[in-house]
């Protein structure tokens, strides 16, 4: 546990916790749409979606780690 890259990853993961719950308290019922959307939007656009923000994600990591 005494990884840096480790205990980064944890704290990223408790973000993302922390977002969507935050997303679910403030807004059930746009969630709900939201996820009902989902089920209903053909592969290749959520496919694009996640590489989309996984991308994104990874540029910010970058720039964070670059800039401290």
């Known amino acids: ?3 840096i890259a480790f205990a980064d990853f944890l704290i990223g993961l408790g973000i993302l916790f922390v977002l969507e ?3 679910f308290a403030a807004g059930p019922n ?3 749409r939201a996820m009902k959307t989902a ?3 053909p592969d290749y656009v959520l496919r694009a979606a996640g590489i989309g923000s996984a991308v994104i994600g ?4 970058w720039v964070v780690r670059r800039h401290t």
């Open 39 to 41: 089920m209903t939007s």
């Open 30 to 32: 746009w969630m709900r």
């Open 21 to 23: 719950g935050v997303m």
């Open 58 to 61: 990874l540029i910010l990591i």
């Open 1 to 3: 546990m005494r990884s």
